[in-house]
């Protein structure tokens, strides 16, 4: 069963920084796209970046361009979400996904095959 376990959440004041981690097992996460997405309460889950198997191509959301970065570490199995400048509207349960059936970064969580539980980010203001 393969499995993705996400880190490092927690809460925070806007402008502070926090780092995601996403790890992944019982799957070669080399071969695959992964994504970060997130959910607000009341909101839909929108994707907020994904990375090509390989780390050469990735895909950020509007809203988060020029703030976060999502890089990878396949010898590690992990994929990390770097988040600066965090704001309030970035308040939402993060979740780490992957495509096993594409290698390009995607943006539409249908697309993507294995998901974790999630990890909380609370900015306050």
């Known amino acids: 069963q393969v499995q993705l376990v996400e880190s490092g959440g927690g809460l925070v004041q806007a402008g502070a920084s926090l780092r995601l981690s996403c790890v992944a097992s019982?799957?070669?996460?080399?071969?695959?796209?992964m994504g970060w997405f997130r959910q607000a309460p009341g909101k839909e889950r929108e994707v907020v970046a994904s990375?090509?198997?390989?780390?050469?191509?990735?895909y950020y959301a509007d809203s988060v361009k020029g703030r976060f970065t999502i890089s990878r570490d396949n010898a590690r199995q992990t994929v990390t979400l770097q988040m600066n400048r965090l704001e309030p509207e970035d308040t939402a349960v993060y979740y780490c996904?992957?495509?096993?059936?594409?290698?390009?970064?995607?943006?539409?969580?249908?697309?993507?095959?294995?998901w974790g539980q999630g990890t909380q980010v609370t900015v306050s203001s």
């Open positions: 996904a992957a495509d096993i059936n594409g290698i390009g970064p995607k943006s539409k969580d249908s697309l993507y095959d294995y």
């Open positions: 019982r799957m070669p996460v080399r071969m695959y796209a």
């Open positions: 990375i090509s198997y390989s780390g050469s191509d990735t």
